[in-house]
């Protein structure tokens, strides 16, 4: 079975913020992974290029932000003008499947070209996941792909929700905070996607009724926004926190007239 | 201390003799050891009276005198009432110092931090009268130290101690001035542990106890002819100290309370004389969870409050006959109260419920006394006030985004005070004083930015709320003061109209913070409230030695919410009959409240039954270093609540105390 891939208009507005976080646009970082972590690198044969995957954290089960950085495999120049397209594949014992991508299409941003991968589940035994990355590199007009060997982590409490409507259709829920979680008005940032005549698909008809709480006290937050539609199976709010500690962010989901019921994630916020 | 002097200060003898030496209409009483020559007599009746005991706490005292009444959480921490208006609504203070209880549930009003052994006089100033000691509305409470003698060398002092039977509670207690010809010193302690008390029928009051130590020095030093130097520190610590009306006891509250102080009195330019003090104190309160049973998530709540200030006061002669008196006052108090919740599982969760937040504030105040005619005075006052709040970054800043109001971290605000009294000698003993005034108080930092504080009496946690409007107020009072040869009568009716009220209102939609909790108020402003009362004194002297002293006090307060106004005390009289002979004193004391029935059930007040006791007192002086006290309080041993206690908790039963007291 082949990896469908989904390219999709990534749009940049947290990934920005990620990016230039610790400078501006007029000063390009002397070091744009400074602060992020390398997951894993590979040759794209082919293409002349040499493709390093890097991200804030170890990939883990759910959606995970990360960034290439593409270099000339020869001169050690920094490619910035690809075409990337993105084939995580999840190898069973008698099956296989492939899991929703998000590539930004044009040119790299401060040297990095932003892309996401909603992991369905985490490597282990049910089977392991590995990733390939095929490069356009349109400074040489040569082509190839790049694979690459990964490990996604399972975290606990799970940060990925896969699920169906009674009526079978399957979901792929995860969560970010694009700015991190704190105390205080947070970001908060709903993925879903479903899948379509094999290939994923974002979700663009949820609608998100979104009430953090504290299990451990039974008691909510003031003033949260329910997440609404943005683009491309992503979906805005913001999610209140008023101490620190264990909150559950529970979510009922209903698709268009289809009530998908209540899904939760348990985060701790520090 | 001449005698005038007192007098001026005891409020019964309004001063007009002693003009020009003390602010006058304050009702104030001589606490500890002072001369007074042939006036010892009578002002040791009222001191005994006012004190009850000879180990009575600050908070005790406070009780008793004249329109001062106290919210009760536990048996001790309580927190004092100034004719039905407390907290941010009157000052506290400590010779002036400014200083702030650290606790969010104001388990620690500031009284608890010092001792009568700390002290001269308390200074009770109500209205706009107590605008010497900050902007207020309600009124001040000062409470003076006591300072340092110098003279003649040598060493002289009390020790004490006491033991009350209710509550199986010792206290001792001791001061000594250490005389020098051009300095002194002054050191105190008072140590203090009581068990669970027991109330009326028997009942054992589960966290009632408490422990506290408390120690005092203070030095004097003469430096020239007219000036002398100052330095007075007090440290108090006090721990496991129970509070049966509330879910939490108090781990330890520990203050640190630091003064240097400076007085001339060489004239120079226009001043007549100059004080100055320059002050810090510190306050970190901790309550604790630990003891009691059925806890649903055991949590660490901290508070901290550091105060730095500085006064310069002065004395101006710019008429001769006329007194002006100008102070220009500053300081700064930062306060934090967190909480750390342990669940059992996973990790704990914080908060601050009271964020980090300074205040810093200016005061300018000016008081003048104008005298028109031998039997006719004036005394004018006026205060401004700058308030500059910061929240600072951080975890408490950050929880306050999430109401989304659009928070200004900085405020500054401008408060005015004023006051105008006048008095009229109608007779030789009959006298009149008219009083008026307008106050503001601004917020307190709880009230502003409080995130969930639990209240106990009503039951919901509160959240603050940053625009929120200062209390306005006028107010109004006149006293008639009869001085007979044998009798003495004072009845003071007040009336007073608190614009900006500020209150608690349900907020439906929010959900408690609390396990429990019955919902979430917010701070509000009242449209209004108004409150008035009576305090009435009568001192009677039948034959020489036997003297009868009664003291009444009534507030009543309405809302414009059509509702009681809340936390207002029923009318109480205490009356006494005093037997003074050369070396033997006996006192039996009638104390009786009204029933409280006009009440606030929104704040979650319980209507409150009539009650009355009779308690009995004798000392003995041994000789002229030993005296001996005992007595009896609650002779009937009944089981009564006054309506400010919270939590439905009854007083002490019959309690026999005893004390030893030598003078050295």
């Not at chain 1, 929703?100 to 909603?118: H, K, Q």
């Not at chain 1, 709480?213 to 491309?232: E, F, K, L, Q």
């Not at chain 2, 009568?489 to 608190?498: D, M």
Request: aromatic share 12%.
């Amino acid at each position: 079975m082949n990896a469908s891939i989904i390219k999709t208009i990534f749009f940049g507005g947290f990934i920005t913020t990620l990016l230039f976080s610790c400078s501006s646009d007029d000063e390009p970082s002397i070091n744009p992974t400074e602060g992020l972590t390398k997951i894993s690198e590979a040759y794209a044969n082919g293409a002349a290029a040499k493709v390093e995957i890097w991200a804030a954290e170890e990939l883990f089960a759910g959606y995970n932000p990360i960034y290439l950085f593409i270099t000339d495999s020869l001169t050690g120049e920094t490619i910035t003008d690809a075409h990337i397209t993105l084939s995580p594949l999840m190898t069973m014992a008698t099956m296989s499947h492939s899991c929703p991508v998000e590539v930004t299409e044009g040119e790299a941003v401060n040297d990095l070209f932003p892309a996401a991968i909603l992991f369905s589940m985490a490597s282990g035994e049910m089977g392991s996941w590995s990733l390939e990355a095929h490069i356009d590199n349109h400074l040489k007009n040569l082509s190839g792909s790049a694979a690459f060997d990964i490990e996604v982590k399972a975290t606990t409490p799970s940060r990925v929700s896969v699920f169906q409507s009674e009526a079978g259709q399957k979901y792929y829920l995860s969560y970010m905070f694009p700015k991190g979680m704190k105390v205080g008005v947070n970001d908060f940032e709903v993925v879903a996607y479903t899948t379509k005549n094999g290939e994923f698909v974002p979700v663009e008809t949820l609608s998100i009724e979104f009430t953090p709480a504290m299990p451990a006290m039974d008691h909510g937050s003031p003033n949260n926004a329910n997440p609404t539609y943005v683009a491309s199976g992503h979906y805005m709010g913001k999610a209140n926190f008023t101490m620190t500690g264990e909150w559950r962010l529970n979510l009922a989901l209903t698709d268009g007239e289809t009530s998908l019921g209540t899904r939760s994630f348990d985060i701790v916020v520090n | 201390m001449k005698i005038g002097e007192i007098l001026s200060i005891i409020g019964f003898m309004m001063a007009f003799s002693s003009y020009g030496q003390a602010p006058d209409s304050i009702r104030t009483f001589v606490m500890t050891e002072v001369v007074v020559g042939s006036e010892k007599l009578h002002s040791d009746t009222l001191q005994s009276f006012y004190q009850s005991n000879t180990s009575a706490t600050t908070e005790t005292i406070l009780s008793r005198m004249s329109g001062v009444s106290l919210v009760r959480r536990g048996a001790y921490g309580q927190e004092p009432v100034l004719r039905g208006l407390s907290g941010g609504q009157i000052n506290v203070t400590i010779d002036g110092m400014k200083i702030f209880g650290a606790c969010t549930d104001k388990m620690d009003p500031v009284t608890i931090y010092v001792e009568p052994m700390n002290l001269s006089v308390i200074q009770a100033l109500p209205g706009s009268q107590g605008g010497q000691f900050g902007s207020t509305i309600g009124g001040s409470l000062n409470m003076k130290l006591a300072e340092p003698l110098v003279g003649v060398p040598g060493i002289h002092g009390q020790a004490g101690i006491d033991y009350q039977a209710s509550a199986g509670a010792v206290n001792a207690f001791s001061s000594a001035n250490i005389a020098r010809n051009t300095s002194a010193y002054r050191v105190n302690a008072t140590f203090r542990k009581s068990n669970n008390y027991h109330a009326g029928g028997g009942d054992e009051v589960a966290y009632s106890q408490f422990q506290k130590l408390n120690v005092g020095a203070s030095g004097k030093w003469v430096l020239g002819k007219f000036d002398t130097l100052q330095a007075d520190a007090i440290f108090d610590q006090g721990w496991n100290i129970g509070f049966p009306a509330l879910p939490m006891d108090v781990g330890t509250a520990t203050a640190g309370i630091y003064s240097v102080g400076y007085k001339n009195s060489t004239p120079w330019w226009f001043f007549r004389d100059i004080r100055a003090k320059v002050y810090q104190n510190s306050i970190a309160h901790s309550m604790d969870d630990t003891h009691r049973e059925n806890v649903p998530m055991h949590m660490d709540m901290p508070g901290k409050s550091t105060t730095t200030g500085g006064y310069l006061e002065g004395s101006v002669g710019i008429f001769r006959e006329q007194k002006t008196t100008v102070k220009a006052e500053y300081y700064s108090n930062t306060l934090i109260g967190e909480m750390t919740m342990f669940p059992a599982e996973g990790p704990p969760m914080y908060m601050q419920t009271a964020p980090q937040t300074t205040r810093q504030n200016v005061g300018l105040y000016a008081q003048q006394q104008i005298k028109f005619s031998p039997k006719d005075k004036m005394q004018l006052s006026a205060r401004a006030d700058a308030f500059f709040d910061r929240m600072h970054d951080g975890i408490g800043s950050q929880q306050w985004e999430v109401f989304d109001n659009g928070l200004a971290k900085s405020t500054t605000r401008i408060l005015k005070t004023a006051n105008a009294s006048f008095t009229h000698f109608i007779s030789g003993n009959l006298q009149v004083d008219v009083q008026g005034g307008y106050g503001e108080r601004i917020p307190t930092l709880n009230e502003r930015f409080g995130f969930y504080l639990f209240n106990r009496l009503d039951g919901y946690d509160y959240i603050g709320d940053p625009g929120l409007k200062n209390e306005t107020s006028w107010n109004a009072e006149t006293t008639l003061s009869y001085f007979g040869r044998n009798t003495e009568f004072r009845l003071t009716p007040f009336f007073k109209t608190i614009d900006n009220y500020i209150m608690g209102r349900v907020v439906p939609d929010l959900t408690t913070m609390t396990i429990g909790a019955r919902g979430v108020k917010q701070n509000e402003n009242l449209a209004w409230a108004r409150m008035t009362g009576v305090d009435m004194l009568v001192m009677f002297s039948p034959f020489k030695n036997v003297q009868l002293v009664s003291n009444n006090k009534y507030t009543y307060g309405t809302n414009s919410l059509n509702e009681a106004m809340p936390q207002i005390p029923p009318f109480k009289s205490v009356s006494s009959v005093r037997l003074q002979l050369a070396k033997f004193n006996a006192q039996a004391e009638y104390e009786w409240a009204a029933a409280q029935s006009h009440i606030s059930s929104s704040f979650g007040e319980m209507k409150t039954a009539s009650y009355y006791i009779l308690n009995f007192r004798s000392g003995w002086k041994v000789n002229s270093s030993f005296q001996v006290n005992g007595g009896v309080e609650n002779i009937l041993d009944r089981n009564y609540r006054e309506h400010l206690d919270w939590g439905g908790i009854p007083r002490p039963g019959r309690n026999f105390y005893f004390s030893i007291t030598c003078k050295f």
